[in-house]
């Protein structure tokens, strides 16, 4: 019998038209995600094989939920269909086992489900082949690589999430229960991922992540390149109990409901469940027994009393909202969506109740993060809510066969349809609400009084909700022209995907004008959805570029929506062409005037919108960029050394319009040569769209002026007297922001919180490289060594100055106050404007700004150094922290380097929609709203680190390791500057804060640096040779080996060292220093048995693979426990793309071959020390150092106290990717 | 009151001809339309009820094309389909009142008037506030009927309404709509002769989508007297007997002998008696007429 039922079931599922409609669109999707992954062509290929294991898992990986989404249509359907067409009344009466109905209906849709997915596959290894791939990135088919993605992952997903979704239906025999029930699910599954979250709990949520991503990534997240390109999934460990632990889950489900599951006429325990919900209706509806008026009751004359009918518009109107609020009403008191508010609701509260988190701290309950936090996801559910009810309200009437009662009334369809419509929007609104009240809600609980409601409304009603409605309009269009509205859901689904791809496509199949908004649905300004929002800046002018695309969506939705009103189904016609012509029919009069009306609107505002996006500056595209840039760089290639008279002196003028997000401003060079040569041409490089002009105090014509793609002017000026060695020319320049219009607003200016910095002023030599940058192309020219003579002539961060005098008078609008580098010498007013003339002590490195907002003060002395933080008012709460860590990084560097070369230091806060992060200017630290100033580090559960106070002490730094110390352009500079900020800000947290946070810090660091070298595409330089764009070597790396370094050498030795490099190097104004110069301080001091350090931790890349195979404790006679310790330490340098060496460059190895697991393990010669050590708790029963020299290891330690924790390299000095079988605790 | 139907076709994709240029004329009173299942009553009367197109003709009530102006028939129209379905979870009160709306009554307290006079007449009164979706097959047909008087209809379209209904919820509900048709039109297809001859002041006989015979009751049945003649007959003996004369129908008694109604100008032959003519007789001699 099950294999009749089986078939029976396979059977129709071939016949349906929707099941190869979905394969059709996976297939078309995964091909489109295939092809979007992709690598450049051969050149700038990165190593990355496109369809190795770990790729294939995330490419495949995406479509999860759409998989999940998909299942209730399939497997939710299968038992569904008997229930509807009351098939169960016949089918429950034959003689069949339930066992073989359940099982065939089950397994026939699993069966359907997996043949749809499986086309996942196929469309990923048919987008290998596509022109625009590198054929070298691809592998080609492999089936272990894809069975065990689909064996592993893909299937046992489809079982557990089809499985709830088969039950859900089962039980309720309610087939939107089971769409309701997977979004559920999903959210479900995003709480568990807040509460449990990768990085606090790695194993629980290995375990609890379903789709089983998170159990990959904790064995894979370290993994190089070499491992990522040749490895399969692993399939051990916590991998194999997530899937045995979900498939148990499934299991069981399903287990209860066969259990449960009887061939009865009435959904009996499903209505048991469903009544937990009649709670809220105290009186039971429905009707037991027979209406018990006697049959033969005369009937009296009928006589119905006479009323009005009132067919005018108004009476329509209100019509409309009448049947509006009847499916509004239907819609929330159905369970499942009370289950779905419940669930959203709880989401909301755990996404945002962590905030914004960075490292271990979270931000300030702020409206804007209770905001931001949950409507990037929850936009989806939205979405998905608002796809899957448009289709449910449109095919209501037809669903419970009342749409001939209904079609027959002489209400007119627009009533019909806009009462639907509007009811989907009532739905967004409830769950925007959802928001607000989790928002606010969070904000009291943890003591944040300052609720501003007036946000929260004009974020998610005044900005947000028109997303959604133009979403909505979209589902009106394709639910009303499929009949199928599981199939419509779905086709809904993929539309916003499907409308990006088209974007990400189109260029790459030679259609660059799909990039424009104008084609993508509900899109433009290039995002998807939401803007961003600051304290200071607001939406920072945003407002109406975003506005003009929602508008033009909405028009364009409005057709859609004419669309769907001529083919609403009105009675019932027999075949689609007959809905054509009644759709022919409708379309005249007022219908045709209004399509046409809007039409044209739509057409003009498209119109308008693709001439604002390229004309009038003109557009290029993300590609034609990238073309012009290399086409700019070949051409000017032979400028890349030419010599650039240098900038000494700088004079701005600067007057900012806040409230205009406005700027004109106006500046002064003195250039002198400072070569040995005549200078007669001048290279030229200054930012595009800022209107600049300017002229040289000579004679000098133009041999060639470009503007490169809308990014930057490229100018080469010849003088007509060359300029002298040691000459002086002064050089003028006028810069004005562009003239704005409601589409193209000034983002230089903000109304509060304006941070502008000086690559807004002309530069001098080759410097396209910057370019690269800005839009995001591989940085691949590479900086020379720093053992190249020519190189170090120049600075890391200018080319065309070495040191300079600043000066500038800065105005803004009265209420707000203006800064730049240097000491105040006036400060006025004149026609409502104020004016500040700022001027530096001694010269500074060509390094300035240009800042303003209406800021509260605070004010503070270091010694005879006045400090000031500017913040926003209402953002005071880490600001004693920030002045904390001004005296503190001071006081450091100045007591074990060089003295600070200002007599003032300002922290001053920046509109975030400017950026998040801090800098480090000559005596002003601008730093954005997000970057410190609304950190939750008053918060009496924080433990966490304290990086307001970090951060300052960082910036700080940058006045010696930037300012003082200047590296030369070569590789390493960044260690100079940023590696040794960092060293500042962990001996001054470790002097303040204590070890324990150092050590946390610490541990922070090393794993995000393990985590980012896995994703270095290129080869992971040394750090004395790290590439400025490598910020996980300088950064993390740094930190961990130069506080590893001090843990070594002692603090005291190491500050010496750097102490007497900073003297010699400070202000240096040629011959700039380099890493290797550096170095020879720290070899210096370091004694002859710790000099392997030099090489291991700074001139290659050296890991280490430690483990404890043992350890035993023994408790003594006198009260003191004995510890047996059994290890095992293997050294080996990491080279290109992570291979391993385990040999020297003499070709000297060591090995051990462990008899035990018969497995030989090599290493590196040793000589090294290793830091052992024993703890009881926070209580360091032994720490030291020991000498290895071989791999296998035994030692015995004798302590105090019963110890809770022993460790080989305890607190993670060294680099080794698998940490945890470092220690092993008691 | 007139309806007034000219050369209706209606083919459907799959070539079935449900309405075959029909042409019917309908006044005032009930009018029954019988025809086997198959007939095209239901395509007729669906489409009347401005529910399908037709392929060609057109259909007039008293003055309103109803193929250009469905919305003035609307208004003026009740109509009962064959099957029908509620929104679950919803009371008979609520329903109407979400019908009566869209049918067009503003104000709240008409709407509420009128409901309570559609129930008391339905006999659902005192059920108005269960559940429709948990009504019995009869209470479920009078709330059809309820929600039809809504507008105070005058043509009204009642598709095959008394199949399923038991003696006595099926006696009540032709007796509403007896009351009803006295003063307006009153279009009603079935295929139980019987609730023609109670009901009906005219009725048309259809099959194959073409009226077969379109006549009173009354007339049909005098048309036909002193034609109908009746024999019981031995079951072994049916095929001869078919075979000789023009058997109109058949039936079984208790003893397993049969009942045969013949159709002849003239007594058939020995042991045939005449027989008070039925409707069926008519039905059955128009459908073998075909």
């Not at chain 1, 369809?413 to 806009?418: A, D, G, I, Q, T």
């Not at chain 1, 400060?827 to 409502?832: P, T, V």
């Not at chain 1, 010694?863 to 004693?880: A, P, S, T």
């Amino acid at each position: 019998m099950f294999s009749t039922i089986y078939k029976y079931e396979l059977k129709h599922w071939v016949k349906q038209p929707a099941i190869y409609i979905y394969a059709i669109f996976f297939l078309l999707f995964s091909w489109a995600a295939g092809t979007g992954n992709s690598e450049p062509p051969e050149a700038s290929w990165s190593g990355r094989m496109l369809d190795s294991s770990i790729e294939l898992f995330k490419t495949i990986g995406f479509f999860d939920t759409f998989i999940a989404l998909l299942l209730p249509a399939i497997l939710g359907l299968t038992i569904y269909r008997d229930y509807r067409s009351n098939m169960h009344q016949i089918l429950y009466a034959y003689p069949f086992e339930k066992r073989d109905y359940l099982f065939a209906k089950y397994l026939s849709g699993l069966t359907a489900s997996f043949g749809v997915v499986s086309m996942i596959g196929l469309g990923v290894y048919i987008s290998s082949f596509m022109s625009w791939i590198n054929p070298e990135s691809v592998f080609g088919f492999n089936l272990r690589r894809y069975g065990q993605i689909f064996g592993v992952f893909v299937l046992p997903n489809i079982l557990l999430v089809g499985t709830i979704v088969f039950v859900v239906v089962g039980v309720t025999r309610n087939i939107y229960a089971g769409f309701i029930a997977v979004i559920i699910w999903v959210l479900l599954r995003e709480s568990l991922g807040n509460i449990f979250s990768p990085m606090d709990y790695p194993t629980i949520s290995a375990i609890l992540d379903s789709s089983g991503k998170n159990s990959i990534d904790f064995y894979t997240n370290y993994w190089t390149v070499a491992e990522r390109n040749a490895n399969l999934l692993p399939l051990h460990g916590l991998v194999l109990w997530n899937r045995v632990f979900w498939m148990v889950i499934a299991a069981v489900i399903f287990t209860s409901f066969y259990r449960k599951f009887s061939f009865s006429q009435n959904a009996d325990f499903g209505l048991r469940l469903v009544t937990l919900f009649q709670i809220f209706k105290p009186k039971t509806n429905s009707l037991k027994g027979n209406d018990k008026l006697s049959p033969n009751r005369k009937i009296q004359k009928i006589n119905l009393s006479e009323v009005s009918f009132d067919f005018s518009l108004f009476q329509q109107l209100k019509t409309t909202w009448y049947l509006t609020k009847a499916d509004f009403k239907y819609i929330v008191k159905h369970p499942p969506f009370v289950l779905l508010i419940i669930a959203g609701f709880f989401t909301v509260i755990f996404m945002v109740s962590k905030g914004m988190m960075r490292w271990d701290t979270s931000s300030l309950p702020l409206t804007r993060i209770m905001l931001d936090l949950p409507l990037s996801m929850f936009s989806a559910v939205i979405n998905i809510v608002t796809f899957l009810y448009a289709g449910l309200l449109i095919n209501r009437g037809r669903m419970a066969f009342s749409n001939q009662l209904i079609d027959i009334t002489p209400t007119p369809n627009w009533v019909l349809f806009f009462s639907k419509f509007i009811a989907i929007i009532l739905i967004q609104i409830t769950l925007l609400s959802l928001i607000m009240f989790g928002g606010i809600l969070t904000q009291f609980f943890k003591g944040y009084y300052e609720f501003e409601i007036g946000q929260y409304i004009i974020e998610l009603f005044g900005v947000n909700l028109i997303h959604f409605i133009i979403w909505a309009m979209l589902a009106m269009l394709i639910q009303s022209l499929f009949t199928n509205p599981y199939l419509g859901f779905f086709i809904c689904l993929l539309a916003p995907v499907g409308f990006i791809g088209l974007a990400d496509l189109g260029p790459k199949m030679g259609l660059p004008l799909l990039e424009s908004g104008i084609f993508r649905y509900n899109q433009g300004l290039g995002s998807m959805f939401g803007l961003p929002y600051s304290d200071l800046d607001g939406y920072g002018g945003l407002l109406s570029p975003y506005f003009a695309y929602k508008f033009y969506w909405f028009l364009g939705g409005s057709l859609l929506m004419g669309g769907a009103m001529t083919l609403w189904i009105r009675g019932l016609p027999h075949s689609f062409s007959e809905r054509l012509s009644i759709a022919k029919s409708r379309f005249s009069g007022k219908l045709a005037l209004a399509f046409s009306l809007f039409l044209i609107s739509f057409l003009g505002m498209g119109f308008t919108l693709y001439y604002q996006e390229t004309i009038p500056r003109e557009y290029y595209s993300h590609q034609e960029k990238m073309d012009l840039l290399v086409a700019a760089e070949k051409k000017y290639k032979r400028y890349q050394n030419i010599i650039s008279p240098h900038i000494v002196s700088v004079k701005m003028n600067m007057d900012l319009y806040p409230k205009e997000r406005h700027f004109d401003g106006s500046g002064k060079y003195i250039l002198v040569n400072h070569s040995e040569e005549i200078i007669d041409t001048i290279v030229l490089n200054y930012k595009s769209q800022l209107n600049q002009t300017y002229d040289f105090e000579c004679e000098y014509e133009f041999v060639s002026q470009e503007e490169i793609g809308n990014m930057a002017h490229f100018d080469i000026v010849k003088l007509k007297e060359g300029l002298k060695p040691n000459d002086t020319l002064k050089m003028t320049f006028q810069m004005k922001s562009m003239p704005q219009n409601w589409f193209h607003i000034n983002n230089r200016v903000k109304y509060n919180g304006t941070y502008i910095n000086d690559e807004i002023c002309p530069r001098f030599g080759y410097w396209l490289g910057y370019l690269r940058e800005e839009i995001g192309m591989n940085y691949d020219i590479k900086m020379p060594h720093p053992t190249d003579t020519l190189a170090i002539k120049e600075l890391e961060l200018r080319k065309d100055s070495k040191m300079i005098d600043f000066e500038a008078i800065v105005s803004t609008s009265d209420d707000q106050i203006a800064i730049s580098p240097g000491a105040l010498l006036r400060e006025w007013a004149e026609k409502n404007r104020r004016y500040f003339h700022y001027k530096t002590e001694t010269k500074i490195s060509h390094s300035f700004l240009f800042m303003s907002g209406e800021f509260d003060v605070a004010k503070d002395k270091w010694r005879n150094i006045d400090l000031e933080v500017y913040y926003r008012k209402g953002h005071e709460y880490n600001v004693q922290r920030m002045m904390d860590g001004m005296k503190a990084g001071l006081e450091f560097c100045n007591d074990n380097f060089s003295p600070y070369q200002f007599n003032q230091l300002k922290i001053v806060e920046f509109a975030q929609t400017g950026g998040v992060s801090a800098h480090g200017f000559p005596g002003v630290l601008p730093s954005g709203e997000g970057a410190g100033f609304t950190a939750d580090l008053d918060g009496h559960k924080h433990e966490g680190v304290d990086w307001a106070f970090g951060t300052a002490v960082h910036e700080v730094a940058h006045q010696w390791w930037g300012h003082q110390v200047r590296a030369a352009s070569a590789q390493g500079s960044k260690m100079i500057a940023e590696s040794m900020a960092e060293y500042v800000n962990v001996c001054v947290k470790h002097k303040v804060k204590g070890k324990k946070e150092v050590r946390k810090y610490i541990k922070h660091e090393m794993d995000h640096y393990l985590q980012k070298r896995a994703r270095e595409w290129g080869t992971e330089q040394p750090l004395m040779y790290t590439h400025p764009d490598q910020n996980y070597i300088h950064y993390p790396k740094g930190t961990v080996t130069f506080y590893a370094l001090k843990e070594y050498l002692g603090q005291e030795k190491l500050n010496q060292a750097i102490g007497k490099f900073v003297k010699k190097v400070a202000f240096r104004e040629e011959g700039f220093t380099t890493t290797p110069e550096m170095m020879n301080y720290i070899r210096e001091a370091t004694p002859d048995s710790l000099k392997y350090i030099i090489k291991d931790w700074f001139e290659t890349v050296t890991l280490y693979d430690s483990k404890i195979v043992d350890a035993k404790i023994s408790p003594l006679k006198n009260g003191q426990f004995q510890i047996d310790l059994d290890f095992q330490v293997s050294k080996y340098r990491s080279e290109d793309k992570g291979i391993k060496v385990f040999e020297d460059e003499k070709g000297a190895s060591i090995s051990y071959h462990d008899t035990d697991k018969d497995e030989t393990i090599q290493s590196l010669p040793l000589a090294d020390y290793i830091e052992i050590g024993i703890l009881n708790g926070d209580k360091e029963l032994y720490l030291k150092k020991h000498k290895v020299t071989q791999i296998k290891n035994q030692i015995s330690l004798i302590v105090d106290e019963y110890p809770t924790e022993v460790g080989i390299d305890i607190f993670g000095l060294l680099i080794d990717v698998k940490r945890a079988d470092n220690l092993k605790k008691f | 009151m007139n309806l007034t139907i000219n050369n209706l076709t209606k083919i459907y994709k799959n070539g079935v001809k449900a309405v075959d240029n029909l042409s019917l004329e309908i006044g005032t009173g009930m009018f029954g339309l019988l025809g086997p299942n198959g007939a095209g009553k239901s395509t007729l009367m669906r489409t009347i009820a401005t529910l399908q197109s037709a392929d060609t003709g057109n259909i007039n009530f008293n003055g309103i094309n109803i193929f250009e102006d469905k919305m003035s028939l609307r208004k003026i129209l009740g109509y009962l389909p064959q099957e029908f379905g509620v929104y679950p979870k919803v009371s008979a009160l609520n329903l109407l009142d979400y019908f009566a709306t869209l049918k067009g009554i503003a104000s709240k307290k008409e709407r509420q008037k009128l409901i309570d006079e559609t129930l008391e007449i339905t006999n659902l009164y005192d059920a108005r506030k269960k559940h429709v979706s948990t009504y019995s097959g009869g209470m479920k047909q009078r709330f059809g009927i309820a929600q039809m008087l809504l507008n105070n209809p005058q043509l009204i379209i009642v598709d095959e309404p008394t199949a399923g209904l038991d003696p006595a919820e099926r006696n009540r509900f032709l007796n509403i709509l007896r009351e009803i048709g006295t003063n307006n039109t009153v279009i009603f297809s079935t295929h139980i002769v019987d609730d023609v001859k109670e009901l009906c002041t005219d009725m048309a006989i259809m099959n194959g989508g073409k009226v077969l015979k379109h006549i009173t009751p009354t007339k049909a049945t005098n048309e036909l007297r002193g034609q109908i003649w009746t024999k019981t007959i031995s079951r072994n003996n049916l095929e001869n007997t078919e075979n000789q004369f023009e058997v109109l129908s058949s039936s079984y008694n208790p003893d397993n002998s049969i009942n045969v109604r013949v159709n002849s100008k003239m007594k058939p032959s020995e042991g045939f008696s005449i027989a008070e003519v039925g409707l069926e007789d008519v039905y059955f001699l128009a459908l073998r007429g075909e």
